[in-house]
């Protein structure tokens, strides 16, 4: 962020900038708002600037600029006041006024994960502080773990659970899993060995420190175990799949939870069916391959894709579990944890750093997740390349949690011309026919009233497979097309059919 004299006045306070009066010293409010900085995605500080009526900023300058200097190097590289010191001379900027008086801009970079949490006052619990708006927060004592846990020198789903024995984990997931890998990779040298040298060679096991014996993982654990172990390690461990496919139901159409005790619970069996689930109802086109149809679409691998990553990131043992969320335009995925390399990074691709690193590992292992950084870039190009909007990603600072949402809506920023259809002139010719140009949407819809007149009354899966939709956009659009009331409808939920009114 570039800052100037000229560009102070017209700026506000927000989520990476801070302004302080600090005209006769520095304040003690500025180490706060340092520690928060350096603890979420960083920021700069303006000593001499102060915010008026309106939140716009003021330029009052500092009395003593050199005072003021010197008491801000001392303090930040005394470890009893300030835990670790990340500025460098260059991040420390002075402007002088017409007056004499002095003016700093004092750019925080984030602490990288190793470094955090920053505190101040020696004091960890009460010291350490995050940016959320325009605000310093104190960190909960499971956001100061989240940190540290973060700081952990190695994967932290890498730790051997001393307490647990191999037969914690659920034989038939492991087989599974196991004809998984065969499949993708039928000639790997780890196929050979036993389980329990397969399951160490996996991350899913390793030889404890204290007995010398092999036991589970926590990623081993999550994996491959069931919920009421998992809990006993993780008690805040939660998967919850929801699908509202119908928009006259209130809640879902279809709902998988760990805690159910109608399955395991682990993440390998979570995976297998949720992502059955997301793609269940996506266009297949007709396409051979070696005299085989083709039953994956890039966008079935863009939404596996972006399953694995939300569990590959997690950390579970932070609150609200992961929650899979498929609507009727959008497949949402949230995880407790923030994202490790910073949502711009994420974007950008190039970098990966995922939180469970043994977890990421057993699914490349079976063909699923990208380790090269560059998974959430190839995820926007498919979503690009089949006229969807871009997915967005939202970090929840106050609830520490990442929440990625793949649109299942056509891209209207490529509408061809003017808004103009046969729906909304009432012609029951084809718009494309007549000449007339419009947007991706009203084409589907045309293309859905021409089919119903000349074919009578159809179930959403014929209107479906008539228009190359799949099931859940088809639905959406007929919903909007009865809302306007250009169709008509007969039956009740899965018997409903449509029909076009002249």
């Not at 929840?396 to 929440?403: A, D, G, L, S």
């Not at 009432?426 to 084409?443: H, Y």
């Not at 859940?472 to 009865?482: I, P, Q, W, Y």
Request: hydrophobic content about 35%; some cysteine.
């Amino acid at each position: 962020m570039d800052l100037n004299l000229n560009s102070l006045t017209i700026r506000m306070e927000d989520s990476q900038l801070e302004a302080k009066a600090a005209q006769h010293g520095l304040p003690n409010s500025i180490w706060a708002t340092y520690s928060a900085f350096a603890n979420t995605n960083g920021g700069q500080i303006l000593l001499g600037v102060s915010e008026e009526r309106g939140n716009k900023l003021t330029i009052t300058g500092v009395d003593n600029p050199e005072k003021a200097k010197k008491d801000f190097w001392d303090t930040i590289n005394n470890p009893t006041k300030v835990s670790h010191n990340l500025l460098s001379n260059s991040d420390f900027n002075e402007i002088v006024l017409e007056d004499g008086k002095s003016i700093f801009i004092i750019h925080v970079p984030a602490a990288r994960l190793e470094l955090r949490p920053i505190y101040i006052n020696n004091d960890l619990y009460h010291g350490t502080y995050k940016r959320n708006h325009e605000g310093d927060y104190h960190c909960t004592k499971d956001e100061i773990a989240s940190m540290l846990r973060d700081a952990y020198p190695h994967s932290y789903d890498s730790n051997v659970l001393d307490n647990f024995r191999l037969s914690d984990l659920t034989a038939e997931s492991t087989k599974t899993y196991r004809r998984y890998h065969e499949a993708f990779k039928p000639d790997h040298p780890w196929l050979k060995l036993d389980d329990a040298e397969y399951l160490v060679m996996l991350g899913a096991a390793g030889v404890s420190d204290k007995d010398g014996e092999i036991h589970p993982t926590l990623a081993g654990l999550l994996m491959f175990s069931e919920e009421y172990k998992i809990t006993a390690v993780c008690s805040e461990f939660f998967l919850d799949y929801r699908e509202n496919l119908d928009p006259e139901h209130v809640r879902w159409t279809d709902r998988m939870q760990s805690s159910s005790g109608e399955w395991s619970g682990n993440l390998f069996d979570f995976f297998l069916s949720a992502s059955r689930k997301i793609v269940q109802d996506f266009k297949v086109p007709f396409k051979l391959k070696d005299m085989v149809r083709v039953e994956n679409t890039a966008l079935h691998d863009a939404a596996r894709e972006a399953l694995v990553n939300c569990l590959a990131n997690a950390d579970y043992f932070g609150r609200g579990g992961i929650v899979i969320k498929k609507n009727i335009d959008s497949i949402v995925y949230e995880n407790p944890g923030s994202i490790r390399v910073g949502k711009n990074q994420m974007i950008q691709g190039g970098i990966s750093d995922p939180r469970n690193k043994n977890i990421m590992k057993m699914f490349n292992l079976i063909g699923y997740g990208e380790k090269a950084g560059s998974g959430f870039p190839g995820i926007i190009d498919v979503c690009r390349a089949n006229g969807l909007q871009s997915p967005s990603i939202e970090e929840n600072i106050e609830f520490n949690r990442t929440i990625v949402s793949l649109w299942l809506k056509e891209d209207l920023s490529t509408e061809i011309g003017d808004k103009k259809s046969a729906i909304k002139t009432g012609n029951k010719k084809s718009a494309i026919k007549t000449g007339d140009k419009f947007s991706k949407e009203e084409q589907r819809m045309d293309e859905i009233y021409n089919y119903l007149l000349e074919s009578g009354e159809s179930s959403t899966k014929e209107i479906s497979e008539e228009v190359g939709l799949g099931i859940s956009r088809t639905r959406e659009l007929l919903g909007k097309m009865v809302s306007n009331g250009v169709l008509g409808t007969t039956g009740e939920n899965k018997n409903r059919r449509y029909h076009a009114n002249e």
